[in-house]
């Protein structure tokens, strides 16, 4: 509960809080649950390359695979920037 209100001053004051874990996807938005952060829809990005383009619930995801992001940033948007949490 605690480091939940940290979080959301730390994003009251206009700093983004992000959290970089070695977990997988589902560990990564729990934790991210307990902190407070958004965990829905393209609110988490794996930093490993994937093959599938969809989450754990079927939805179609962001890039995943740093050398996928850094494609994505140049070639369509920003998006894979304002996340919060980064997976395995």
Known sequence: VQMASYAEALQAAG?????YS???EKRTRTLGA???LETGWNSIISLEKAVDVRNMMGQVILPSGITNIR???KEVDNVP?????YAR
């Open 22 to 24: 070695v977990e997988g």
């Open 34 to 36: 307990q902190l407070g």
């Open 81 to 85: 920037l304002l996340v919060s949490l």
């Open 15 to 19: 700093i983004r809080f992000q959290v």
């Open 71 to 73: 494609q994505h940033i």
